[in-house]
């Protein structure tokens, strides 16, 4: 993600050097100073240098009411930087704004011919780093939920960096999270004129046209792209995408069974990517296959534990609730693993193993979710047990699982009348 600033950051850092140099040949007293390290520049060059952890470190030394407006303005940048790459993109947002709304005093240009070439020099690289930040500002607006797309098309705007294949991916990018499909597919038609090379321009036309629903155009770009560029994961998932949607949830649909059949040779192309995993599960899902949905992704799940929560619904789906707790049981710990199980369970009519897990779901702070509420006091219920069931039910504040417990209220009341239910 930061890697297109390195080389940028080299050659500011080199001409930072020079000026120094050249500063010292003419205030002697300075030298001192220039000798200390430049906790900035330090965390600069290790941001250069890939050393992302380092750098923050050397960021959190410093104290930003210290230091002169320029360097201020390059601390703001690598802390946005160094947020975006932590997937933070309100904080590397408002980091990048606070380095463009920075206003450095301007210095009057020298008249000696060698400082005066430095000073263009410099002038010219803070003016690249400015339009840099744009980019990357417009980059964080992007990944915002929701995204600020008209505002990083303003930003854009203003960087102009049209000799950067990023801008025009973040430009068609804005304009598609806008619904402005025809400066969307222009943007990306002239970054594919410009860089040819690049594959990712023809990939976003295959999702632009999926958006527009002409599913067939999509599948035969996703075809050309694999003849221009040759087969790759992302090729593959984005023309197996575009035939599940041109489905439309259809289970006899011949566009859902050709979405199988090329997720399946991707598969035999890429064993060891999971999203070809996921989607072939979920076109076989929507196909009315669990089991071999469930198959499919319990064999995965071996190498790839993220898989074996998908495994266990899958199993659930087809009916084998016995292997749907198998699978469960291979989940790494989580919530969404607990909540599986009680599921599961409740399903399979276990609900002794149901209420055995109440100290689990109170030690995970569980219990204040309406539907375990709910699903506890449902166990509690078939058990015979109407004090715990109901000490679950008064717990339950959501209009639609409320609906659920005045019903179950109701059929207690029965059984109660009757003389029980069990």
């Known amino acids: 993600m ?70 201020l303005r390059t601390f703001h940048r690598l802390r946005g930087l160094l947020a975006q790459d932590r997937g933070e993109p309100a904080a590397a947002a408002a980091a990048f704004q606070a380095a463009l709304d920075l206003q450095v005093p301007a210095t009057s240009r020298p008249r000696q011919a060698e400082r005066a070439a430095l000073w263009d020099a410099a002038r010219a690289e803070e003016q690249a780093q400015e339009r840099l930040t744009r980019l990357y500002l417009a980059q964080a607006l992007l990944s915002l939920d929701p995204p600020q797309a008209a505002a990083a098309v303003e930003q854009l705007s203003i960087a102009r960096l049209e000799d950067r294949a990023g801008y025009w991916q973040l430009l068609a990018r804005a304009h598609t999270a806008l619904s402005r499909w025809e400066p969307a597919w222009q943007a990306l038609e002239e970054g594919r004129r410009r860089f040819p090379d690049e594959a990712a321009f023809m990939r976003q036309q295959i999702f632009v046209l999926v958006e527009l629903g002409l599913y067939r155009q999509a599948v035969e770009h996703g075809s050309a792209w694999m003849d221009r560029y040759g087969a ?69 799940a071996s190498s790839t534990p993220a898989l074996a929560a998908g495994s266990a619904e899958a199993w659930r789906r087809a009916g084998r609730l016995d292997r749907a707790l198998y699978m469960n049981a291979q989940v790494p710990e989580s919530d969404e693993k607990t909540r599986q199980r009680l599921g599961i369970l409740l399903e399979q009519g276990a609900f002794s193993r149901v209420t055995a897990l109440e100290a689990r779901l109170s ?59 069990l």
Do not use: K
Request: charged share 25%; hydrophobic share 55%.
């Open 232 to 300: 790759s994961p992302q090729a593959v998932l984005a023309i197996a995408e575009a035939l599940r949607r041109a489905a439309a949830g259809d289970a006899a649909s011949s566009q859902l069974l050709e979405a199988q059949r090329v997720l399946e040779e991707g598969r035999l192309r890429f064993p060891e990517d999971p999203d070809i995993l996921r989607l072939l599960a979920r076109v076989l899902l929507e196909r009315q296959q669990p089991a071999s949905a469930a198959r499919l992704l319990q064999e995965a």
């Open 363 to 421: 030690r995970l702070g569980l219990l204040a979710d309406d539907r375990i509420a709910y699903g506890l006091a449902y166990a509690w219920f078939r058990l015979g047990q109407a004090d715990a069931a109901e000490a679950h039910l008064q717990r339950i504040s959501d209009p639609e699982v409320f609906r659920a417990a005045t019903e179950l209220r109701a059929a207690m009341a029965r059984c109660e009348a009757d003389g029980g239910c």
């Open 2 to 71: 930061i890697a297109p600033l390195r080389s940028l950051w080299l050659r500011s850092l080199w001409l930072r050097s020079l000026w120094l140099a050249a500063l010292l040949l003419a205030a002697p007293a300075r030298a001192q100073q220039a000798a200390e390290v430049d906790p900035v520049a330090l965390a600069a060059v290790l941001v250069r240098d890939g050393q992302l952890d380092r750098a923050a470190i050397a960021l959190a030394e410093v104290d930003p009411a210290t230091l002169a407006p320029a360097d």
